[in-house]
């Protein structure tokens, strides 16, 4: 029997037209049948809790429906519809009420709910004296229980202190072995593998797979990881990294950089080398004066900023002498020990190996200026590095 039945659900927020439209769920079509748990996924904003807002009647979809069948139980806003002049137990009672629990049920209700909650002689106090953590326990418990067909859960492991949320767990875990059927948003992805067969993976409103849990977070998983490796337009970077295109404290202008190019194994220029392939960088200059031993610096970043290697002509102990006039500098690796993705590439020219880079003082420096694109064989694994390796068995 389906208890959730959602077809072509679209949500939206503000006005039309405006800046602060927006659209949280687009088209989302799905179905939850009785003794089935299924997790939502996805990064921040990509829809989760507006779902279970909308499955929980808390709000209304814009366009689509949402069908539910049987009594559920929602922890989606620990702390909601708590009272804070009244006691505990008296919040229990007006919760239990509020979902329109049969009377004769109350007693039996409030014995289990005041046994989770587990708050001694304050709950018979003013919610007021309540720490974050109480109050979180107290809703928790009024929740849990209900008796219910569905429960529809958003992150409950953030409730309370590391050892009620492990009580938490284990209670979810009791509901759903007993044949419960729940629908659980997590940003916790084990407890999500842990209790759900079924993951329906969001990003930006749309469901992008929605299947057997292992497909689904290896789906989820690439997909970040590409995210994560790739460099996007300026306006949509994580952080502002191209500060290469404002000057520095200062430059000399004693020395420029002409140009860079990438040149691959078979010598061809080319902004996309491949991992564990061979790579050489090429760095034309121009030294307008001569200029006595100067340290040339490569560095590489991932798209989030995070520094990944660098070398420089000193640390490699290599003296350029008294430079004058045009030239090349060739940095070359046999094997790109980098994993599959975009990185930023920074050159710079500089009088010294640390108190010129500190002062921000140099010839010339490029920095974030160039894009590398690695790709990467599937057999090298995956990760930030690559290597070479092997498997055996005997």
């Known amino acids: 029997m389906k ?38 996924i996805g990064r921040n904003g990509s829809g989760k809790t507006t779902l279970l807002r909308i499955l929980a009647r808390i709000t209304k979809p814009s366009l689509g429906e949402a069908k539910t069948k049987g009594s559920f139980a929602t922890l989606l806003e620990p702390g909601s519809g ?18 329109r629990v049969d009377v004769s049920q109350l007693p039996a209700l409030l014995e289990r709910a005041c046994r989770f909650a587990d708050l001694g002689s304050f ?58 059927t729940m629908v659980l948003a997590s940003h916790n992805y084990h407890e999500v593998a842990a209790l759900c067969e079924r993951v329906i993976f969001l990003d930006r409103g749309r469901i992008i797979v929605d299947g057997p849990a292992d497909s689904v977070f290896r789906a989820f998983w690439a997909r970040n990881e590409t995210d994560l490796m790739t460099i996007t337009a300026e306006g949509d970077l994580p952080f502002d990294l191209l500060k290469a295109h404002t000057p520095l404290a200062e430059t000399t202008g004693e020395m420029e950089i002409i140009a860079v190019r990438f040149r691959n194994g078979t010598g061809e220029v080319s902004d996309s080398i491949q991992s564990l392939g061979r790579l050489c960088i090429e760095i034309d200059y121009n030294a307008k004066s001569a200029v006595d031993s100067p340290l040339c610096r490569v560095q590489f970043h991932r798209g989030d900023g995070l520094f990944v290697m660098g070398s420089n002509t000193l640390r490699h102990e290599l003296d350029l002498g008294i430079l004058k006039g045009k030239g090349t500098i060739r940095l070359t690796y046999g094997s790109l020990p980098l994993g599959e ?36 064989n599937r057999q090298h694994g995956g990760g930030l590095i690559a290597s070479d390796h092997s498997w055996e068995w005997s």
Not at 129 to 141: D, I, K, N, Q
Request: negative net charge.
């Open 3 to 40: 208890l959730i039945d959602v077809v072509n659900l679209t949500k939206n927020f503000g006005k039309p037209g405006s800046s602060s439209a927006h659209t949280a769920l687009e088209n989302v079509s799905f179905s939850v049948r009785s003794g089935e748990c299924v997790g939502l």
């Open 82 to 99: 708590i009272e804070l002049d009244a006691s505990g137990r008296e919040n229990l009672r007006n919760l239990f009420l509020l979902q």
């Open 123 to 180: 709950l018979d106090r003013s919610v007021r004296t309540y720490s974050t953590g109480m109050v979180m326990r107290l809703a928790f418990a009024s929740v849990i229980s209900l008796p219910a067909d569905l429960l529809l859960v958003d992150e409950v492991l953030a409730v309370g202190d590391p050892v009620f949320q492990r009580k938490c767990a284990n209670e979810i875990r009791h509901f759903v072995r007993g044949g419960g």
């Open 341 to 376: 993705g975009d990185f930023f590439v920074s050159v710079g020219l500089w009088p010294d190996e640390y108190r010129s880079f500190i002062a921000e003082r140099a010839y010339d420096y490029k920095e974030n200026a160039y894009v590398l694109q690695v790709k990467q």
